[in-house]
């Protein structure tokens, strides 16, 4: 039986990290390796491959909550979902490794990034 991470052995996701982080430090390049993992699942899980991802109310209400998470993040939102938890760690440790400015583009970037996939939905 096929699992719902089978696609991760064969997907190439620590080169996609590397070109995250080509300089970064070894925790700065931890970080876009989980980063690039959640953003693997995240598309398997809610969007291409999957019902939700044919219907953009709902997509829009757990994008929603993530970006709820990523803005407002000095304390988890709920400590239940995983995705808002792993979005919670990630930005307690890339906060902690560069300047405020380069969060806030990174928050930046997640949020347009799940508005693209509504627009698809």
């Not at 990290?17 to 693997?40: R, W």
């Not at 953009?56 to 939102?77: D, Y």
């Amino acid at each position: 039986m096929k699992n719902s991470y089978s696609g991760f052995e064969v997907g190439n996701s620590g080169a996609t990290a590397g070109y995250l982080a080509p300089i970064g430090s070894e925790v700065a390049l931890q970080i876009a390796a989980d980063f690039t993992q959640f953003a693997f699942a995240f598309d398997d899980t809610f969007c291409d491959e999957t019902p939700i991802g044919k219907q953009p109310i709902a997509l829009a209400a757990v994008t929603a909550k993530m970006l709820q998470q990523l803005e407002g993040p000095e304390h988890p939102i709920d400590e239940s979902d995983n995705w808002c938890m792993a979005l919670y760690d990630m930005w307690h440790r890339w906060n902690k490794q560069v300047r405020p400015v380069l969060t806030e583009r990174w928050v930046q970037g997640c949020r347009t990034w799940f508005f693209v996939e509504i627009l698809r939905a």
